[in-house]
């Protein structure tokens, strides 16, 4: 977990306890999810943003 505290904060965003995602590869935000590289990823509730 502490490669996890290594990662640039204004590059990477936690979206779910099992994602952090590259803001750079983010495709389409929606309500409860987003799509990277094609794949619909969920944002977990306690991970909601404002887009």
């Known amino acids: ?3 996890i505290l290594e990662l640039p904060k ?3 965003i936690q979206i779910h306890h099992l994602y952090i ?3 750079n ?4 935000i ?3 999810k987003l ?3 094609n794949i619909e990823l ?3 509730t306690s991970f909601f943003f404002e887009s």
């Open 1 to 3: 977990m502490e490669d």
């Open 10 to 12: 204004d590059l990477f």
């Open 21 to 23: 995602i590259n803001q």
């Open 25 to 28: 590869f983010i495709e389409k």
């Open 30 to 32: 929606e309500t409860n």
């Open 35 to 37: 799509i990277v590289s």
């Open 42 to 44: 969920p944002i977990g």
